[in-house]
């Protein structure tokens, strides 16, 4: 058997510890070592994980142990500057969503990677969460026909009051906030499930007047298919915590419709006919449907036989572009048609 590929992390915080996990229980990957500036954050996450070394810097960790990946699970605007390190020392990158503060950003991770002939894969897992899987093997099949609509209704309750996102304050902060930090997902899980998306018109607003960000969008889109989409999302109004799923899916077909509720449970409805429950079956450990394990798996397979990754960091530009035209769109109060991002 081969050896497991050495991989290293930067960042121990609140969304390491899922990818942590994963790792742990992907027997081709062992993870040798952690750096945070957080020292003693550092030695408690590597001491619950069973992560043999710490570092306080990357620079240091990857010249000592010689990765063969980085994980990346640091904030945003660290991306860029760490993926040109770990290009620029020939090691292959594994990023986490938002890939960049900015669209420019994003481009020269892609570059350096490239320009070093290493691979960049972003961190996309919603998509492998499992009912989106098995949403996309139905219309696969045929089972709802040709989709016509996609919809998703988003509703949270963790941004409400004088301290919200509690368990991730800095979102108060950020200057764009639900598209980039969240809808992100649903952007990639649409293309995902119905193909590349031709035009979007976006709507957004503040309603926690605390936040610097939106809590709030509308998201109206156009399929090359020629399908429609929605999605309808705000941080405000739902449970907190939330269901996993965040919220409610339709797909409208023309033999029949799919519905999913929060918490990734599928109903099938033939036109004219009642819903009817649809069983599979929903791993119970994990994040979400145990999605990080399954990205990570499917991650950790793609560097190691050097196969096409469904988030290579080029494709992903594309779900990027979407973040931009949205916000591009709610600025212009007008449609944002993707050749303009994709000349």
Known sequence: MDQPRK????????????????????????????????????????????????????????????PDFLDIVTRPDTHL?????????????????????????????????SE????????????WQPWYREIRRLIESGTVGEPFYVSFLMRTGDGRGPEPYAVQPYFRSM???????????FLDTFRFLLGEIDSVFCETARINPVIAGEDAAWIHLHFRSGAHGLIDANRISGPAPPPPAFGELRVEGARAALFMDGYGRLALQQHGEQPQAHGYAIPE????????FAFQQHAAACLRAGAPCESEGQTYLRTVRLVEACYESAASRRAVDMEEYDA
């Open 81 to 113: 500057a760490l993926t040109q390190l770990a290009a620029s020392l020939g090691v292959d990158v594994i990023c986490q969503k938002p890939m960049a503060p900015t669209m420019a950003e994003c481009t020269a991770m892609v570059r350096a990677a």
């Open 7 to 66: 991989g290293v992390m930067a960042g121990a915080g609140y969304f390491a510890q899922f990818h942590a996990d994963a790792w742990r229980r992907i027997p081709e990957v062992d993870i040798a070592a952690i750096a945070d500036p957080d020292q003693p954050r550092a030695r408690d996450f590597a001491q619950r994980y069973g992560i043999p070394r710490v570092y306080a810097a990357v620079e240091e960790m990857i010249c000592a142990e010689e």
């Open 175 to 185: 200057p764009r906030l639900l598209i980039y930090e969240t809808l992100v997902h």
């Open 116 to 127: 070093a002939g290493v691979r960049l894969l972003v961190h996309e897992n919603w998509r």
């Open 285 to 292: 450990t994990g994040y979400k449907g145990d999605s990080v």
